[in-house]
């Protein structure tokens, strides 16, 4: 996998932001990789006026807030499974 450039990192995290909005998680975990990678960038590259948005503090509150996103979206998945009723199972319980 190439490495992505501070355009396409910024893309991704512009582009997947709106997680909460449409209740992703697919782009949640997309955003926190984008956001993961913001913070990879050595600070020389990462400090131009594309990037002037985006700081390390704010990237880090970023990423706090889409793993507990992405933790709730896991815990309700997990909770409110599909249940398969076959012959054998007592499904009047």
Request: glycine share 6%.
């Amino acid at each position: 996998m190439a490495a992505a450039s501070l355009d396409d990192i910024l893309d991704d995290l512009n582009d997947y932001s709106d997680y909460e909005e449409v209740d992703s998680l697919a782009r949640a975990k997309t955003f926190l990789t984008a956001a993961r990678r913001f913070l990879q960038i050595p600070s020389s590259q990462s400090h131009n006026s594309a990037s002037h948005a985006y700081n390390q503090a704010s990237v880090q509150e970023m990423i706090r807030h889409a793993r507990l996103f992405i933790a709730q979206k896991q815990a309700q998945a997990g909770s409110g499974g599909v249940r398969n009723l076959g012959i054998g199972s007592d499904f009047r319980r």
